[in-house]
């Protein structure tokens, strides 16, 4: 059965202190890794896919980074406005149409 | 470019009632996914259309059903409601079908409260 774990569950951050968000997978077969940002009331917002482990992709202060067994999402100087739940989801290979989502982090970013 | 609309944005129902949600999906997207999503429970999968047709379903009641029109709208429904069933439904739509590798673009859902 595909698994997707998030770690931590909830991260307090100074502004300008950089951290990461893991993501944990179990999937038979990895067809992509997804990353979505979600604001309070709001629909997940897109950020990445990655396909392949070693894969990165960048975009303003986030990095995201793959591995055979796991994703993480590096937030370099963050910003107050980079607060929100950041969820991640796997698609397996095998079983295509299997889309499974983490529970997420919860990042509250402190001025 | 518009982005995934649906209406309403917040509903009350009461116990037993039914309730029918709409999705207008990206301009150009033939491919339309519903998820529940709870605090406790996160975003599950409730069923996915393409091209009019059901291609898979979450593990929810038959309470739970939808269809797609020919113009990739899609409503979803829930009849005889329960009190679990207060959520943040969201609807995503992608180009092609959840076995591609398109990416999921998501509405910004409807708040169901169940009374």
């Known amino acids: 059965e595909d698994q997707v774990t998030q770690s931590p569950e909830a991260l307090r951050l100074q502004e300008g202190e950089s951290s990461s968000l893991n993501c944990s997978y179990t999937v038979s077969g990895l067809r992509g890794l997804f990353w979505y940002r979600q604001d309070p009331g709001k629909g997940p917002e897109f950020l990445f896919t990655?396909?392949?482990a070693g894969e990165e992709k960048e975009k303003e202060r986030l990095k995201a980074t793959l591995t055979k067994k796991e994703s993480f999402l590096h937030i370099t100087a963050p910003k107050p406005e980079d607060s929100a739940t950041y969820l991640c989801?796997?698609?397996?290979?095998?079983?295509?149409?299997?889309?499974?989502f983490g529970p997420g982090t919860r990042l509250s970013v402190l001025p | 470019k518009a982005g995934v609309t649906q209406t309403p944005r917040y509903l009350i129902k009461t116990r037993g009632q039914q309730v029918t949600l709409s999705c207008s999906p990206i301009s150009g997207h033939r491919s339309v996914s519903w998820y529940q999503q709870t605090p406790g429970q996160g975003l599950q999968f409730l069923f996915e259309?393409?091209?009019?047709?059901?291609?898979n379903k979450g593990n929810f009641p038959g309470r739970f059903s939808g269809r797609q029109f020919s113009n990739s709208r899609s409503e979803m429904n829930v009849s005889t409601l329960e009190l679990g069933d207060s959520a943040l439904y969201l609807c995503a739509s992608s180009k092609g079908p959840r076995g591609s590798t398109d990416t999921q673009y998501f509405g910004p859902g409807t708040r169901l409260t169940v009374l």
């Open positions: 989801a796997v698609q397996d290979a095998n079983y295509g149409q299997n889309f499974v």
């Open positions: 259309y393409f091209s009019e047709t059901q291609r």
């Open positions: 990655l396909y392949s």
